[in-house]
């Protein structure tokens, strides 16, 4: 299409163009219900088979077992950075964090107002985020129920390209760089992106946490 820009924002990002013109084709009818899929009701089949194909899709794209479970939310990923402490801790708990610039700055003030027992145990501010902390200088507290880190710092232009090997559970903000590479999921206890920057339009981000987590 000649009149298509070349897209290189931080987010929301580009579509592929077969994404929108299949969109564009079903827009008035979709799959033959005869309604678009904005006027179709979130109790029908059809949104019902979108959002299990949605979540299978990924579960495979990320390497995740069945032990995982998908889950679309609203709210962007700044409202995981309040979500994931509150379901993953309790108020006086210790949670550990990385911070490694802007984005795991917000995750951390959002947590801090929490009440948890919240550490920053290791940064790379001292040389103003220019890279990330390596895995052996990161020490966890043994009784902190998560390490919180940002896989990919946008702002500055770091990323980890593995997890760092740590005695606890991960929990990892992907936004920018969920599905854009195989990786280990198993030491996660949850993998959470705002997903317009990679896989979709702006406003829902995308959950991954281990099902044993889920009523506690």
Request: aromatic share 10%; proline share 6%; glycine share 6%.
């Amino acid at each position: 299409m000649k009149d298509r820009v070349d897209n290189f924002y931080a987010g929301p990002g580009a579509l592929p163009l077969p994404v929108l013109e299949r969109v564009h084709s079903e827009f008035f009818n979709y799959n033959n219900t005869g309604m678009s899929v904005m006027e179709l009701s979130h109790r029908t089949d059809e949104i019902q088979h979108i959002i299990d194909d949605s979540a299978a899709r990924i579960k495979r794209m990320m390497n995740l077992s069945d032990e995982f479970e998908v889950i679309f939310l609203q709210g962007g990923g700044s409202l995981q950075f309040l979500m994931v402490p509150m379901n993953l801790s309790h108020p006086g708990d210790k949670i550990d964090y990385i911070d490694t610039g802007y984005w795991a700055e917000k995750a951390i003030k959002a947590a801090k107002s929490l009440g948890r027992d919240l550490e920053i145990i290791a940064a790379s501010s001292d040389r103003h985020h220019t890279y990330v902390p390596s895995s052996d200088s990161i020490k966890t507290r043994s009784e902190a129920k998560y390490l919180h880190l940002c896989t990919n710092n946008t702002v500055v232009g770091t990323q980890f390209h593995n997890f760092p090997e740590v005695p606890i559970p991960i929990v990892a903000d992907m936004s920018s760089d969920f599905l854009s590479k195989v990786i280990d999921p198993s030491p996660c206890a949850c993998i959470y992106a705002h997903a317009q920057k990679k896989c979709r339009t702006f406003g829902g981000d995308c959950g991954c946490y281990p099902k044993e987590y889920f009523g506690k």
